[in-house]
């Protein structure tokens, strides 16, 4: 059975952050991809600053020299609001015997009880939780109740069945993040070493974050 990896993201923009964990888990769970997925209309948050074609091309140059990262824009194409569960659902259509593993930052993960019809995320995929800076796992509410149901400590079970378990992953800690670049960059700072050099560039040339954030 293949494992694929799926890491959804407003990239607005991307950064070493992201990479840097989108390799682990890839090396790490022996995923056969990591799919990067650029969200079209982020239901839980304001617009993205950067258009859906800017945010696209720069997941694209960021990824495009790793073998096994791959990028899916089908939520951009979709029209309304990009649900995680509508995507899944299409993903397991495509891919009925693999494994697909979602994969999402502590912080995401936490915001999870908000989430269009949450409950069916994991009778389509696993849920891989990249442990962030300064996040803990929940022990009680509805996500420790979660956790306790569908928890597995062992990463072996991401390949035995193709979804239900919720797996919790450390991975290197970089406390980078998409707002402090977009305000450093508005506030005429140079975002260089928070993500690859092609990035920058179309920043630069875009200019995509200038102005107030
Ligand atoms: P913003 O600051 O705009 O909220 P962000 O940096 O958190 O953006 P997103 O595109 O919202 O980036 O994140 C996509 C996914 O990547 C989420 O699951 C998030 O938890 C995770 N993620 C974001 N930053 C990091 C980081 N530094 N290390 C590991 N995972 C991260």
Not at 55 to 67: G, I, K, N, Y
Not at 94 to 120: T, Y
Not at 122 to 146: N, Q, T, Y
Request: glycine letters at 8%; a negative charge; one cysteine or more.
């Amino acid at each position: 059975m293949k494992s694929i990896g799926i890491f959804g993201g407003t990239f607005d923009p991307i950064h070493y952050g992201h990479l840097r964990t989108g390799f682990e888990l890839l090396q790490a769970l022996d995923l056969s991809e990591v799919r990067f997925m650029p969200s079209g209309e982020p239901p839980h948050r304001n617009k993205p600053r950067a258009s859906a074609e800017q945010r696209l091309a720069m997941v694209q140059l960021a990824t495009e020299s790793q073998e096994g990262f791959t990028v899916d824009a089908r939520e951009q194409q979709r029209t309304g609001p990009s649900y995680s569960v509508d995507t899944l659902r299409e993903l397991r259509l495509e891919n009925p015997d693999d494994s697909l593993c979602l994969i999402v930052g502590m912080d995401a993960f936490l915001g999870l009880p908000k989430w269009h019809q949450q409950r069916e995320l994991l009778r389509l995929a696993h849920i891989i939780v990249a442990h962030r800076p300064g996040w803990k796992a929940p022990v009680d509410g509805p996500l420790g109740e979660l956790l306790a149901r569908h928890g597995s400590s062992s990463m072996q079970a991401l390949s035995e069945t193709t979804c239900d378990r919720i797996y919790i992953h450390e991975v290197t800690q970089l406390e980078i993040s998409s707002t402090d670049i977009r305000e450093l960059v508005a506030a005429g700072r140079d975002p260089r070493f928070l993500m690859p050099d092609s990035v920058r560039a179309l920043i630069q040339t875009t200019g995509c974050y200038r102005g107030v954030e």
